[in-house]
């Protein structure tokens, strides 16, 4: 059985620091691409970062300089630092975790059940 469990989401004041985590099993970690998206409420949910099983990442524009997406691969586990958080960061966040086959076709994708994380002062 497969599960993305995230961790550390909460609330925190603008300016603040918050480390997201998504713990993986039943999959080989190392073959998955990775991916943090956002939903905040009335809106569509959005990618936030990828990481892909190459390491190589790619950042939406509005994060851009203030998050940055990792990945252990030792511990099955994909992370997000979010510094200098903002008001409009306030969303819950998802992980998610694609595979590819060689010929690029999607061949696996599960999804954590999402961490709230709340920017207020």
């Known amino acids: 059985q497969v599960q993305l469990e995230e961790s550390g989401g909460g609330w925190v004041q603008p300016g603040g620091s918050l480390r997201l985590s998504c713990a993986a099993s039943?999959?080989?970690?190392?073959?998955?691409?990775l991916v943090w998206y956002r939903q905040a409420p009335g809106k569509q949910r959005e990618l936030v970062a990828i990481?892909?099983?190459?390491?190589?990442?790619n950042y939406a524009d509005s994060v851009k300089g203030r998050f940055t997406i990792s990945r252990s691969n030792a511990r099955n586990t994909v992370y997000l630092q979010m510094n200098s958080l903002k008001s409009e960061d306030t969303a819950v966040y998802y992980c998610?975790?694609?595979?590819?086959?060689?010929?690029?076709?999607?061949?696996?994708?599960?999804w954590g059940q999402g961490s709230q994380v709340t920017v207020s002062s």
């Open positions: 039943g999959i080989i970690f190392s073959m998955y691409s």
């Open positions: 998610n975790a694609n595979y590819y086959s060689d010929d690029g076709r999607l061949m696996g994708q599960y």
């Open positions: 990481i892909t099983s190459g390491g190589g990442t």
